[in-house]
C-alpha cells in the first residue's frame, strides 16, 4: 500500500516536550520538562460540588449539543477577566475553544497558505510552531532582547519580506525564555502592525500569574483597528485537563474562528463550560490565582536562589517576574541535548532548546519549569544539573 | 484594514444545520432539524455519581494534563465494544477526539491537497463535505442506491480520475438518507479500494442504534490492508456534550492522526474520558443502548405511520433500521428550501436537501430527524408539514 499524504504533513513532528515527558513520568524523575501546573492546587473538591450542582440544575443541557460559539455566561464572564489585560470587549468577540493550543491551529487554518510568513520571537513557543507549520508556513524569527522584539529590526524584515501573514508574540513570561515585553515594545509592535496592514496573535496563557508588580496592558489593548487576535486560557489559572480557553478578536475575524471552529470539531465540551462557569460565580477564581501565584513565586524563588549558588559563572539565565519558565543558556560549546542525556541519567529532566527556534540553529540552550515540582526537589534537581553542568565545561 | 485569508476560507461556510438550529431553540417550534438525541434519556444520575468517585480517586491526575493518544483504559474499552463491527483491533489503533468531526477535520488535514478528489455518497453528511472543503478538496459523488454505493460506476470514477485521495462513506443509517449498506456493497467497496490502491473513510456514528436485525460487520471489518480509517462516537450511545469520540486505524496512519491532534489541541478533556471510562465499567452501556433504540424505535414507527397517513402519495421516504435520520423526496418542482420557510412559519422545522450534496444541484429533498422530539409531537409535526407539502403541490 502507498499513502500518500497531503504536503503539509511533512512539516508536522512530534511535539519534543510531549515525547520528553512519556520518559518523565516516572516517580523518580525530577521533572523541569513541561509547562504543567502544579496539581495539589486543582480546586477538586468545589469542581465536585459543582459538577454535582450543573447536573442536577441543567443535566439535560449539560449533555447535549450547544452553540459553536460557547456557553454565553462563560463568555461574558471572559469578557470580565480580560479587564485585567487593558481590553474591553464584549461576549461577541469571544470563542471557545479547546485549549490555546487550539485558537493557535484556528489561527495558522484561517490565516495561512503554503509559503506565507509568521514573524516570532526568537526562540519562539514550540506548540505554536508546530501548529503554523502544520499550514506551511515560513517563519522569520525577529531578533528579540529582554524588552521583546526589537522593533527597528522587526520594521527591517516588514520592510523587505512578502507574504507576512502574522506576527505571533508572547508578550508575557514568555515561552520558554519567562521574558516580559516592554510597554514600549508593546505600542511599537502594533504601531508596525498598523503601518504595514498586519495581524497579530498575542499568545497570554500566564499573563495572570504575575509575582510583582503590575500586569501592564496587553498588546490588544491598544489595537484600535481590531488587527490583534488574543488568546486566554484557563489551563495555568483552573485547570488543564477542562480543555478551556478562548480567542478573542473583532467580530470579522472572530466570525471565521467561529466557521473553523465548526467544521475542525463542531464545540466545546458543554458541560465543562457550565462547570466553569459556575465555578467562577461561586467561588473566587481571583483568590485561587492568588493561592497559585504564592505558591508558583516560592517555587522561582528557591529555584533562582540555588541556580545562583550552584551553576557556574559561564551559565546564564533569565528572572521571570511571574508564569512558569526560566530560560538557560550555557556556554556556546554545551550542546543542552547532550546534556539533557546526562540530566535524565541522573534523574533529571528538561527541554532542550532548539526546538523552540523554528528555523533550527542554537543548541546552547533550555528551558527549565518550576511550577510542577515542590521545593525540596527543585534544590535537589537543580543541583543535579549543575553538577553534569559542570562535567561538561 | 484588509483583511487577506487563506485561500482555503473560501470552501468554509457555515453549517446550514447549525444555522437551522438557532431558529429552532424556541420551545413552540416541533424540530426535526438537529440530529440531537433526546435528553431525557442522559443518564445524568450516573454522571453525577461517577464525576464525584473520579474527582475523589484521581483528582489529581483528571485535571492536568495527559497524552495526545487518550486515557488508556478508555482506548482498551473502545477496543471490546468494536468487536460489534466485526472489528478486532487494540489501542494502539485507536486515538480519542473532540467528537466525530474532529476525526473528519484530521483525515482531511492529513490526506487532502488542494484540488484532491474526495469520493462520496450522494448525499453525503454535511459534516464531512465542510470539513474536507476546508482543506480545499473536489468532490465527485458516486451513484448511490438504497444498497450504498453502485460499485461499479465507483469503479468507473476511480478508472477515470486522477487525484483521488478518500473515499468517504457513512455505510450505516447513513446521514442524511437513514440508509445502510449491504454486506456485498461493503466487500465490493474494499476490493475497490484495495485494487486501485485508495483509503476509506467509514464513519459510523449511528451503527449501535439498529432497531431491528443484526449489525452487519463493518467495511473495517474486510479491511485486511489497514486502509480504512473508522470513526467511532459517544455523542449518541452515551451524550453528546462530552465531545468523545474516536478513530480506529492502522498503527502508521493513527500516527499522523496522534501528530495532528498534539498540533491541534493537544488532547481530549482528561476528566471526560475518566468519567466515560468509568461509566462504561460500572453501568451497563449496552443495556443504556438499548432504552435508547427502544424510545427511537417507537418514534420512528409513528413518524412512518403518520407519514403514510398524512403526506401525500407523490411524496416518497426512506425506512432507516436505525439511527435518526429519514429522507424525503418531493416531486422535482417543489424546493425543499421554499418548504423550509412554510414550516417555519408553521414552527416545524427540518433541514433542506442540497446542502447534502457536495457539488449543489438536488433541491427537492429534506432529512427528518426522529430522535429529538416525543412521540405527540412527532404526530402533530407531520401532519403540519403534509398540510404544507398540500398546498404546494
Known amino acids: 500500500m502507498t499513502l500518500k499524504y497531503a504536503n503539509r504533513m511533512k512539516g508536522i513532528r512530534a511535539s519534543e516536550i510531549r515525547e520528553i515527558l512519556k520518559l518523565t513520568q516516572k516517580a523518580e524523575v525530577i521533572s523541569f520538562a513541561g509547562g504543567l501546573p502544579a496539581p495539589e492546587l486543582f480546586p477538586i ?3 465536585k460540588e459543582i459538577s454535582r450542582e450543573v447536573l442536577e440544575e ?15 455566561p462563560l463568555r461574558k464572564q471572559i469578557t470580565e477577566r480580560m479587564t485585567k489585560f487593558g481590553i474591553n470587549t464584549n461576549a461577541d468577540n469571544i470563542l471557545i475553544t479547546n485549549g490555546s493550543q487550539q485558537g493557535l491551529d ?29 499550514y506551511e508556513a515560513k517563519f522569520i524569527e525577529v531578533p528579540t532582547d529582554d524588552e521583546g522584539m526589537i522593533i527597528s529590526e522587526l520594521e527591517e524584515i516588514v520592510k523587505t519580506t512578502d507574504k507576512i501573514k502574522l ?15 516592554s510597554i514600549e515594545r508593546r505600542k511599537g509592535l502594533i504601531e508596525i502592525a498598523n503601518k504595514y496592514d498586519l495581524i497579530i496573535i498575542e499568545d497570554n496563557p500566564y499573563g495572570e500569574l504575575r509575582f510583582e508588580g503590575e500586569i501592564p496592558p496587553s498588546v490588544k489593548s491598544f489595537d484600535v483597528e481590531g488587527r490583534v487576535v488574543f488568546l486566554g486560557t484557563f489551563s495555568k489559572t483552573f485547570c488543564p485537563g477542562f480543555r478551556l480557553a478562548w480567542t478573542c478578536a473583532s467580530e470579522e475575524i472572530l466570525s471565521k474562528f467561529i466557521l473553523v471552529k465548526q467544521s475542525s470539531d463542531l464545540q466545546a465540551s458543554t458541560i465543562s463550560q457550565m462547570e466553569l462557569s459556575k465555578f467562577i460565580n461561586k467561588y473566587d477564581l481571583d483568590k485561587h490565582v492568588e493561592k497559585i501565584k504564592s505558591v508558583y513565586r516560592r517555587r522561582r524563588d528557591i529555584m533562582m536562589k540555588t541556580m545562583k549558588e550552584e551553576f557556574p559563572d559561564e551559565v546564564k539565565f533569565t528572572y521571570p517576574e511571574g508564569g512558569l519558565f526560566t530560560w538557560v543558556e550555557l556556554p556556546e ?11 535524565i541519567d541522573n534523574n533529571v529532566a528538561f527541554v532542550p532548546g532548539d526546538p523552540f527556534y523554528p528555523n533550527g540553529g542554537k543548541f546552547n ?6 511550577s ?3 521545593e525540596d526537589r527543585i534544590v535537589e534537581g537543580i543541583k543535579r544539573l549543575a553538577k553534569a553542568i559542570k562535567e561538561m565545561l
Open 167 to 181: 506576527i505571533y508574540v508572547v508578550p508575557d513570561f514568555q515561552n520558554p525564555t519567562g521574558r516580559t515585553w
Open 333 to 343: 560549546h554545551i550542546n543542552s541535548r547532550d546534556l539533557a542525556i546526562k540530566a
Open 372 to 374: 510542577n515540582m515542590n
Open 58 to 72: 441543567h443535566g439535560e443541557k449539560a449533555l447535549q449539543y450547544a452553540t459553536t460559539e460557547g456557553y454565553l
Open 45 to 47: 473538591d468545589a469542581i
Open 106 to 134: 484556528f489561527a495558522g487554518k484561517i490565516f495561512l497558505d503554503p509559503d506565507d510568513v509568521v514573524l516570532c520571537e526568537n526562540p519562539s513557543y514550540l506548540g505554536a510552531i508546530n501548529a503554523f507549520k502544520a
Open 365 to 370: 540552550n533550555f528551558r527549565l519549569n518550576y
